[in-house]
Nanobody, 127 residues
Framework: QPQASGGGLVQPGGSLRLSCAASGFTSDYVAIGWFRQAPGKEREGVSCISRSSGSTYYADSAKGRFTISRDNAKNTVYLQMNSLKPEDTAVYYC??????????????????????WGQGTLVTVSS
């Protein structure tokens, strides 16, 4: 299953790069999504990518600040997060889903469309 890492404590305006080791599932699962869940809130989508085409998608909260990328040779997907804000504080998860997950705007942010989930990594943005 996918495994997220790279979280930590960072000051507002700082940067972090999260990594997702995307292994443990078949090659059909080309959609890798980054989601986050803050205390008392529902899990929400942040960004996703197709491991095959490289197409990328961002939630409004991530546009202009976060960049998702892939290194297929390493089976790894990255989430570069810049200009971090306190409201970005959450546990970040990566998940894998079939390629069809990415076909619609609603589908790519639907938690249930992603079959494989790993343990999250905590990101805390605080001074």
């Amino acid at each position: 299953q996918p495994q997220a890492s790279g979280g930590g404590l960072v000051q507002p305006g700082g940067s972090l790069r999260l990594s997702c080791a995307a292994s443990g599932f078949t090659s059909d699962y080309v959609a890798i999504g980054w989601f986050r869940q803050a205390p008392g809130k529902e899990r929400e989508g942040v960004s996703c990518i197709s491991r095959s085409s490289g197409s990328t998608y961002y939630a409004d909260s991530a546009k202009g600040r976060f960049t998702i990328s892939r290194d297929n040779a390493k089976n790894t997907v990255y989430l570069q997060m810049n200009s971090l804000k306190p409201e970005d504080t959450a546990v970040y998860y990566c998940a894998a889903g079939p390629g069809s997950t990415l076909l619609s705007t609603r589908g790519r942010w639907t938690v249930a469309n992603y079959r494989y989930w790993g343990q999250g990594t905590l990101v805390t943005v605080s001074s």
